[in-house]
């Protein structure tokens, strides 16, 4: 965990966590094998692997959409695993949850689909709903969208919908499972773009599965890698840790970032150069221009 927030209490604990499937043969199929995991608030967490390693289930099991067979799940600072199924209900307010395949209302505008999870618990008055749907458009960039249907919408436009519909509640937690893997590259830029805005600005605590490592390059804080129903290891993700990894694939992420680095570096130079050379041919020497209001000041004041 980050040093800051060593000693605050984690926003998300599982804590010997497991999951066994029956099967329809009457075998039993273990997903999840006593995980035990800590998220710190305001960070952003990748869970990464194979498919079939257990990503998704135990991204469900945070907010109990699975229930654990074993293990204790806390949710700011609740123990979820010991809630009544209508406590339960309320503590799902403070956990989002975001799909691949967005999972919109087809037949409901943009604004009742944002509005859906505040109507469902009838706590709030018509007008109330209005303005934070408003306010979750607007955070996402879709304002002028309210009225627009589901199938009127890019594949990016939806899930930014999904993610101003999770927002609405006011959630401490962000649960993302492959969001932007139904999308295309520039998509999920803008995409990642806004979930990073979304734990900037609001301090909304992430965790995301994904089975892309640039997911986990540009986005996350921290990531956890999946194999066989358990965590194989858990890193902070930054450059030049120098530690070894266990994984094939926390070596692979090791070597993105440190490409990534490595290209901003040079970008950072070019355009450090580009400036110089820019200035150098300037026919206003640089001390006068640096002087000089770039607007006078009767204007800006008037
Ligand atoms: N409801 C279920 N009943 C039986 N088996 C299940 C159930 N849900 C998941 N599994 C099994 O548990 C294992 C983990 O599934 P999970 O969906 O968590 O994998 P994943 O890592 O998310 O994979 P992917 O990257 O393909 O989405 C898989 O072998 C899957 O078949
Ligand atoms: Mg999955």
């Not at 993302?176 to 805005?197: F, I, W």
């Not at 041919?281 to 209001?293: D, M």
Request: net charge neutral; aromatic share 2%; with cysteine.
């Amino acid at each position: 965990m980050q040093s800051h927030s060593a000693e605050a209490p984690p926003v998300i604990r599982l804590d010997g966590v497991g999951k066994t499937f029956r099967m329809p043969d009457g075998s039993a199929f273990e997903a999840v094998r006593a995980v035990s995991l800590d998220v710190a608030r305001g960070d952003i967490v990748g869970l990464i692997g194979k498919s079939g390693a257990g990503k998704s289930t135990l991204l469900r099991l945070i907010n109990l959409l699975e229930r654990p067979d074993t293990g204790r799940v806390h949710v700011a600072g609740r123990e979820l695993t010991r809630l009544s199924k209508r406590d339960l209900m309320g503590a799902r307010q403070s956990i989002g949850m975001i799909f691949q395949q967005f999972n919109l209302l087809q037949n409901a505008t943009v604004a009742d689909n944002v509005a859906f999870p505040l109507r469902i618990h009838g706590r709030h008055r018509g007008a109330e709903i209005d303005a934070r749907v408003r306010e979750c458009l607007d955070v996402v960039g879709l304002a002028d969208k309210a009225s627009s249907y589901p199938a009127q919408l890019s594949g990016g436009q939806k899930q930014r919908v999904a993610i101003a519909r999770a927002l609405a509640p006011n959630p401490q937690v962000l649960l993302c499972d492959e969001p932007t893997s139904a999308l295309d590259t520039e998509t999920t830029r803008a995409v990642l773009a806004t979930l990073a805005d979304i734990n900037r600005r609001f301090g909304v605590s992430i965790v995301i599965v994904t089975h892309e490592l640039s997911v986990v390059q540009a986005i996350c804080r921290r990531v956890a890698i999946v194999e066989d129903g358990r965590i194989a290891e858990e890193f902070e993700v930054r450059e030049a840790t120098g530690a070894e990894r266990l994984t094939l694939l926390g070596r692979e992420l090791d070597r993105l970032v440190r490409r990534k680095a490595r290209e901003a570096r040079i970008e950072a130079e070019e355009a450090a150069e580009e400036e110089r050379r820019a200035a150098a041919a300037s026919p206003v020497p640089a001390e006068a221009a640096s002087s000089r209001p770039a607007v006078p000041n009767e204007i800006r004041h008037a």
